[in-house]
């Protein structure tokens, strides 16, 4: 006889879930509160092998949705009344050029919830809850998506805040992020614009509490869900590794070898969210059938509303600062592509 396993109920759930979204008759709260327990059992690289999997619009579907069950959690209150929510943000803010070590990122959570309270116009009775100093992407790298949703879990249930990273790292890109939370908002959302007098603000406000701190509206942007700033900085964290390997390799090489040898870029174009990306050194003396000298480990990526050649550009860019002027980018797409 033959012996089976059945999927488990939450599987079965995201399955069904994903099956409806294709024949249109999905529910968004349904699929949130699968995701939110699929979290909660600390399942977090199911989700993202299945996102690897799905097609592109299905793909950008499930991300966009699963940085919301995240993040944005409702408030358990009277059933008769309108629920409010309890949801995490992030702003990524410029950086000056030359950081101070160690790190001066503290802010005062007091006045920069008024700030955020008054320039990003929230709603009468939100509570603004402020990280208290700003995080580097080397920092929010080591953060999870069960590890937000229990943060700002905790918070819906009135439990007392906690500091998101016991210590600070010093980040890869000349980019911080402001992580606060809003309690009590009616929306399960965040403010989709700031005006251009309130973007000015903001920023002046945050800049004289942290001089680190780049003077450049231009370059704030609207609040996003803290998990889409998670995926940023391990994206920023992950290729400047996978560039330092490479490089690394690359300097130990014979000086005659390395003269001619050429780096390959791959990125594997596969639904346009999540992806991995890999080098390859390639001397092209060895025979034809010889392969690669050296391969890296892959890197998986996020690369929902980028162009595909992001990550190519990227590490281009820091391979040319290191001196290496011999590569290939190589975007490996599916036949139907």
């Known amino acids: 006889m033959f012996s089976w396993n059945r999927p488990d109920p939450l599987t079965r759930d995201l399955i069904h879930l994903i099956n409806a979204r294709r024949h249109d008759h999905g529910d968004a709260d349904v699929a949130i509160d699968t995701l939110q327990a699929i979290l909660e059992q600390d399942r977090e690289q199911d989700l993202l092998t299945v996102l690897a999997a799905l097609d592109e619009e299905m793909a950008e579907w499930l991300f966009d949705l699963l940085a919301e069950a995240a993040c944005s959690v409702v408030i358990e209150g009277e059933t008769d009344e309108k629920p409010t929510y309890a949801v995490m943000a992030a702003l990524e803010l410029p950086l000056q050029a030359n950081l101070s070590v160690p790190l001066r990122l503290k802010i005062d959570p007091g006045a920069t919830a008024d700030l955020l309270r008054k320039h990003l116009r929230l709603p009468a009775g939100t509570v603004v809850m402020v990280e208290p100093r ?8 080591l953060l999870t998506l069960h590890g937000l949703h229990e943060h700002i879990s905790s918070l819906a249930d009135s439990q007392r805040r906690q500091l998101l990273a016991a210590r600070l790292h010093p980040p890869v890109e000349a980019t911080a992020f402001l992580i606060f939370e809003l309690v009590g908002s009616p929306e399960s959302g965040l403010p989709e614009s700031i005006e251009e007098q309130d973007r000015q603000a903001l920023l002046e ?52 070898v390395r003269s001619r040898t050429i780096v390959h870029l791959h990125t594997q174009c596969g639904n346009g969210v999540y992806m ?33 050649e992001w990550p190519g550009e990227m590490l281009t860019n820091r391979l040319l600062a290191e001196g290496c002027t011999r590569f290939e980018n190589h975007i490996v797409e599916a036949p139907e592509n």
């Open 134 to 141: 700003l995080l580097t992407d080397t920092t929010l790298d």
């Open 205 to 256: 406000g945050l800049v004289s509490q942290c001089g680190e701190l780049a003077s450049a509206p231009h370059m704030l942007e609207t609040p996003v869900y803290a998990a889409y700033a998670m995926f940023d900085a391990k994206n920023a964290v992950r290729l400047h590794r996978l560039a330092d390997e490479t490089v690394e390799v690359w300097r130990d090489l014979d000086p005659t």
């Open 276 to 308: 991995p990306v890999w080098t390859d050194l390639f001397d092209p003396e060895l025979p034809e059938d010889h392969g690669p000298a050296w391969t890296s480990p892959d890197v998986w990526i996020f690369t929902a509303d980028l162009p595909i």
